[in-house]
C-alpha cells in the first residue's frame, strides 16, 4: 500500500498493511523543536535547519528525511507553503539551539523574556526567560459581559488572542481571491508530490475560543450564569466560521484526505462539562459545521483535536457528525482503550493513544516504550479505524532513544 492507501483504509475501518503512523501531520502529533533537534542527532541527520511552525508550543516542522526514517504516512497541508527563505528568520531556542521561526512573527526580547506582539503591536504573549512556551497574557474581551455583547467585532477579537492572531503556515494566507488561489495551487503541488495522506487544519472551535477571549475561568462561569449568552456567541462564532469553512474547502478540499477542527472539550478527570451542557452550547453548531464540510467535501474525514477524558460525549459527537478524533488521551478518566475500541471502534476512527506520553515515553526505557506501544496496538489495530500517534506532542524532555524506540515498534520494525 502507498502511504495515502494505508490511511484511507484505516479510515474506512478496514486493517491495512500496517498500522498507519503519524508524526506531525497535525499540531498535536508533533514535536518540541528541542526534541527534534536531539531526534536528528540520534538518527545520524546533519542537514537542515530547525524550523519552529507553531511559535506558541514551539513545534517543529517533521523533515522529510525523519519522516522517511520513522515511516509516517501524513502530512499536514501547511508543508504546501512558506517554502522561501525569505519566509523565515532566525531565532534561538530556550536550550540555546539556533533555529528558524516565520518572518511574520512578531516578537522582541525585554529583560531576558520574549513578548509576542499582534500585527498592530498589542502585546498577547511572554515566554519567561528558561521556560518553553508562551503564555497568554492578553484576553481581548476579560472585562466584558455576554450578555450585554452583540459579537460583531470577532475579527477583531482574534486578532488580539494569543491562540487566534498567530497563524502557522497555510493560515498566514488570506480567504480573499488571490488568498484562495494561492491555496488552491499549493494544496495542489503538496497532493502531487507526495503519496502520503494529506490533513488540512481549519480550527473552527466553539468551547476554546470564548476561553482565548474571556480567560477560560471567567467563560466557565459565564456557561453557568448566562445561559442564553453562551448559545448566542456559539451561533455567532458559527456564522463567523461556516463562510470561511466554505471559502477554504473550495480551494483544498479536493487535495486533502482530512479536515482538523479544534475543540477540547476534556480534562483528566472527564469532560469539561456535562453532556447536557455540550448538547446545549456546542452540539448543534458543531453539527452545522461538520455535516457542511461533509457535504462540500464528501471524501473528507471529519476530525477533531479534543485532549481529555471525553467518553461521556462520545456518542454525542458521533451524532453530530464527527468521524475522528486524536489525541486519544489513554490516561484520562474513562478513556481506556480496550472499552473505547469496544463501544465506538466500529463507527469511529481513533487517531491517537499509540504511546503513554505522561508515564511512559519521558520516564521509561525503550523496552518499556516498545511493550507499551505494542500492548495498545494489539487494542486498536482489529478491524481498522486507527491511525498511530503519541498522546499529544512529544514533548523537549523526551529521550531520542525513547522516540525511536516508539516509531519502530509502530512500523513493527522492533
Not at 90 to 104: E, N, S, Y
Request: aromatic share 10%; with cysteine.
Amino acid at each position: 500500500m502507498t502511504a495515502r492507501q494505508r490511511v484511507r483504509a484505516a479510515l474506512r475501518h478496514e486493517e491495512p498493511d500496517r498500522v498507519p503512523i503519524d508524526f506531525g501531520g497535525h499540531r498535536s502529533s508533533g514535536i518540541a523543536a528541542i526534541a527534534y533537534a536531539k531526534l536528528k542527532r540520534a538518527l545520524g541527520i546533519t542537514s537542515g535547519d530547525i524550523y519552529v511552525y507553531d511559535m506558541i508550543q514551539q513545534l517543529a516542522i517533521v523533515e522529510p528525511d525523519v519522516l522517511e526514517a520513522v515511516g509516517a504516512d501524513v502530512l499536514e497541508l501547511g508543508r504546501a507553503f512558506m517554502r522561501e527563505a525569505a519566509d523565515w528568520k532566525d531565532w534561538v531556542l530556550p536550550d540555546g539551539t539556533a533555529c528558524k521561526i516565520p518572518a511574520f512573527v512578531n516578537i522582541e526580547q525585554r529583560d531576558g523574556h520574549w513578548v509576542l506582539f499582534s500585527h498592530d503591536g498589542l502585546e498577547l504573549a511572554v515566554q519567561k526567560k528558561d521556560c518553553l512556551y508562551f503564555e497568554q497574557t492578553h484576553w481581548p474581551w476579560l472585562d466584558q459581559n455576554p450578555e450585554q455583547q452583540d459579537f460583531a467585532d470577532l475579527e477583531q477579537a482574534f486578532a488580539h488572542s494569543m491562540w487566534c492572531a498567530v497563524p502557522v503556515p497555510g493560515g498566514h494566507i488570506p480567504l480573499d481571491d488571490d488568498g484562495l488561489a494561492r491555496l488552491a495551487a499549493g494544496a495542489r503541488r503538496l497532493r502531487e508530490s507526495t503519496d502520503r495522506a494529506i490533513l488540512g487544519i481549519f480550527g473552527g472551535n466553539l468551547f476554546e475560543v470564548p476561553q482565548f477571549l474571556y480567560r477560560i475561568d471567567n467563560y466557565l462561569t459565564h456557561m453557568g450564569l448566562y445561559p442564553e449568552a453562551c448559545e448566542r456567541l456559539s451561533q455567532a462564532l458559527c456564522d463567523f466560521y461556516m463562510p470561511r469553512l466554505e471559502k477554504w474547502l473550495s480551494a483544498v478540499g479536493p487535495s486533502i484526505d482530512v479536515m482538523l477542527f479544534g475543540d477540547d472539550l476534556g480534562g483528566q478527570n472527564g469532560p469539561l462539562m456535562s453532556p447536557a451542557m455540550y448538547r446545549r452550547y456546542y452540539k448543534p453548531w458543531h453539527a452545522k459545521l461538520w455535516k457542511r464540510a461533509k457535504t462540500l467535501a464528501p471524501h473528507v474525514c471529519i476530525h477533531l483535536h479534543c485532549c481529555g477524558g471525553i467518553e461521556p460525549l462520545m456518542e454525542d459527537l458521533i451524532e453530530a457528525g464527527l468521524e475522528s478524533a486524536n489525541p486519544v488521551q489513554i490516561t484520562c478518566a474513562g478513556m481506556e482503550p480496550a472499552h473505547l475500541k469496544q463501544a465506538y471502534g466500529d463507527r469511529f476512527v481513533f487517531w491517537g493513544g499509540g504511546c503513554d506520553t505522561r508515564h511512559v515515553l519521558p520516564h521509561g526505557t525503550p523496552r518499556d516504550v516498545r511493550r507499551n506501544v505494542r500492548e495498545l496496538l494489539k487494542i486498536w489495530t482489529p478491524g481498522g479505524g486507527y491511525v498511530f500517534q503519541q498522546v499529544h506532542n512529544i514533548l523537549a524532555d523526551a529521550p531520542p532513544a525513547n522516540v525511536i524506540a516508539m516509531f519502530e515498534a509502530a512500523a513493527g520494525r522492533a
